[in-house]
Every structure is written in C-alpha cells, then in structure tokens.
C-alpha cells in the first residue's frame, strides 16, 4: 500500500477485507517517502502509518525504498516478499477493477512459467516498440488466441493500475511458492489515476490535487476524519505538503552533473535513456518540459520520473537486481497497536528476517541476526544498503518540507514507531 494519503477507498478496502479474510491481525506494509509513480509521498511515513493505524491496521511495516519506487513488479515483489518473511500473515487481499482472481491467476501463470510461445511474441512486441506494459499485453493477448485457453478480448482488464499490481501481487506469491492465499476486492470510485474530484471515492491521484490547492471542503468529503485530521495537522507544523515539483531544482542539477556513464550504471537506463535524459536535461528549464522531452510512445511518464529518482538517489542496477533476488533484508516497524504488540511478539520468533523496531539499533539488530545463521539467511551488506536507502530517502523528504526548521535530516533516528491504542 501507498496511503499517499489514506482516503475513503482504502477505508473501504480495508472493511471488505476484513469481513472477507476474518482475521486475528491485519498487518500492511507501506511505501515510506517515495512511492511508486516516482513522486514523494505528499506528506512523511510517520504520519501516514499512524492514520493506517487510527483505521484499523495494527503493524505497519514500511517497504524498502527499493522496492517502493521500482515498477508494479518490484513493487509487489517487495511487498509480497516482506509478507512471506513476517512467519506469520496467512492471506493477502488487494483491490482489483475486474475482482475476478481466477483471470489474474491465469495471467499470473503465464508470465513465471512463461510458456511457449509467449517469450516469443513478448520479444516481438518490444521490438515494435511499445512500453513493456503493452508489449506484454499485446503479447498475451496473441498467446490466448493461439492457445484458446482463454477469450484473447479478456486481457484487456488488465489495463487498469490495480490489476496490474494484482498479477503481480499473485505472480510473487508464485515464485515464492509462499503460502499465503490471495483475495481480491473490488475496486469501487474513480480510477486510480483520475484526476477529477468525484466526492466520497476520489482518486489519491485527485485528493493530492486537493491538498496541493488547499481544497479542504472537497477533501473532507473524500477522506475519514482521522485522516483528514492527521494531514491538517501535518500542513499546519509546516511538514507538508510534499510534491514532485518541490525537487526540480534537485533533480535537474543532478541530472547536468551526470554524463552518460554515470547514467548507465543505473537501474532502467537502457535503450537509450541515458542519452535522451543528458540531452533533455541540458535543455530543460523545468520538469514539466524534461518529462515531455523524454517521453515517448515506449516510455511512460510513471517509469520517467522514477528513472530520475534512480539518478538523484544513485541507484544502481546491481543493488536493484541482488535486492530483487535475496529479497528484503528485514522488517522496519513505523507503528502498531496494542493488538499489533501482540503480534510483533509473535513475529518475533518465526519471522525470516529480522525486525528493526528503533532504527537506532540496527547495527545491534544485525549482529544479532548474524549470529543466528540456522534462523537467518542474511547478506550483510544488503541490509545495510537497504535500510541506508530508506533513511536518506526520508532525510531528502524532510528537506522539502515548507517549514525550514523541520527539515531536519536522519529523522528515522528521531522518530520512534509510532504507538496507537
């Protein structure tokens, strides 16, 4: 989950999953300062974990930065994977537009066992040029019509952000052989990136639009009070809010400082990206005209802007690659309930990663680990990348921050887990 911010929808999601599943605890794990569309998180973690909380969730676990700002496989991978380590969490239920489980389990099979002749007819649809999401959908398309295994019009459902994510979601689970059982709800209100205002069940997409205009009647109407509580409180200390406008400056001068090289260490510079971003930022005088430089029929403005976050944070393909084949390295707590104390005593003992509760200690945390090798299968030095990734990402977030005393940096060693109940 993002809850960037948590709005009427997630409330819903929330509600329906736990009359679906009926379960002792609910836990999420949660994009920390940057999500996955390539932009900040419109206000801080901490912040958004406690109204996570105030609504019914009772661990929040925050999702390795990594992870958090790759595309929907990555992105899945790492939440799903993050799951399958706590020892505990049974079942995992996320939204979906068409909510039909049996359709993304079909797809989902597909693309991990990769059957004849779909590698093939993937390859030929990158090579015409399309962004990997519509190669791939084009692509599966053609395999059911030569397989009939299934109506090739029905993949067309997942065009829809959700089930996107849902295949994913379905596909981790797959290649982990975990078992945790999905379930999906049906997604209700407006689609995910529909910017319009459509009352009670707007868009996060539409709600931060509210908020970047001060919009508050409209606001109230589409968010739970507590949420709407939390952010007024946040925006009024000067924590608030956050935009991808607000790193313009960051981004582009980071960006003229890089040559090609530099770019094609990078997580995702390929194909010629580096080129075309050493060229746009060169003529570019804001992000709006860099994003419209680099932009084309194969590259999306999601995978752009993440892309850029990759340049301004360093991240390289070997980090992302051995993160995606070890895995998250452990669980960092933001919060928990009297309930989720409960539960994270639990986690504790079968969890197949360590737990940092206080990120103060992770070093202590680690050796520990460390000294545990029958329990724990750790890279060392994957962790600590990790985890010095959330914490520089969250320093960055505070830097734009409106109020200048409250850009503090290294907030993680300042902020504790955030307490409810």
């Not at 389990?105 to 693309?111: D, G, L």
């Not at 959908?137 to 059911?144: D, H, P, W």
Request: glycine letters at 6%; one cysteine or more.
């Amino acid at each position: 989950m993002e809850y960037n911010p948590f709005h009427n929808g997630h409330f819903y999601h929330l509600t329906m999953a736990k009359e679906l599943v009926k379960p002792d605890y609910v836990v999420a794990v949660m994009s920390g300062s940057f999500c996955q569309r390539g932009e900040p998180a419109v206000i801080d973690k901490f912040s958004r974990a406690e109204i996570a909380l105030l609504n019914g969730i009772d661990v929040v676990f925050e999702l390795p930065f990594v992870y958090a700002v790759q595309d929907a496989g990555g992105f899945a991978r790492g939440a799903v994977w993050s799951l399958h380590n706590s020892g505990v969490v049974t079942d995992i239920v996320f939204g979906s537009e068409s909510a039909d489980l049996n359709f993304l389990q079909t797809i989902a099979e597909v693309m991990v066992k990769q059957p004849d002749p779909f590698p093939a007819l993937m390859r030929e649809e990158l090579k015409k040029g399309h962004s990997f999401p519509n190669a791939r959908k084009y692509a599966l398309m053609k395999y059911f019509e030569i397989t009939k295994k299934m109506e090739p019009k029905e993949v067309l459902k997942i065009e829809k952000s959700n089930d996107i994510l849902g295949v994913e979601y379905i596909r981790s689970l797959m290649l982990l052989n975990s078992q945790i059982k999905p379930h999906v709800v049906k997604r209700i209100g407006a689609d995910d990136t529909d910017e319009r205002f459509q009352g009670k069940f707007s868009s996060a997409t539409a709600i931060r639009k509210c908020i970047f205009n001060g919009d508050w009647e409209k606001m109230s109407k589409a968010l739970p009070t507590s949420s709407l509580k939390i952010i007024s409180r946040e925006l009024n200390e000067g924590r608030g809010p956050v935009f991808l406008q607000h790193m313009e400056t960051m981004i582009l001068s980071k960006l003229r400082l890089m040559d090609r090289s530099q770019l094609q260490r990078l997580h995702g510079f390929d194909e010629g990206l580096d080129k075309r971003f050493v060229d746009c930022a060169a003529r570019a005088t804001n992000l709006e005209d860099f994003f419209s430089c680099v932009k084309s029929k194969r590259f999306t403005l999601s995978k752009i802007r993440r892309l850029s976050l990759y340049a301004l944070f360093d991240v390289t393909s070997e980090f992302v690659e051995r993160s995606n084949t070890l895995g998250p390295q452990y669980l960092r707590v933001l919060g928990f309930s009297s309930k989720g104390r409960e539960l994270l005593s639990k986690m504790k003992r079968v969890s197949r990663v360590p737990i940092i509760s206080l990120c103060s200690l992770y070093r202590k945390v680690l050796e520990q680990a460390m000294n545990k090798p029958e329990r724990f299968q750790l890279d060392p030095q994957l962790f600590e990348q990790q985890l010095l990734y959330d914490i520089k990402a969250t320093s960055l977030h505070s830097l734009l921050f409106p109020k200048q005393s409250e850009r503090i940096g290294d907030r993680d060693f300042k902020v504790p887990p955030i307490v409810v109940g």
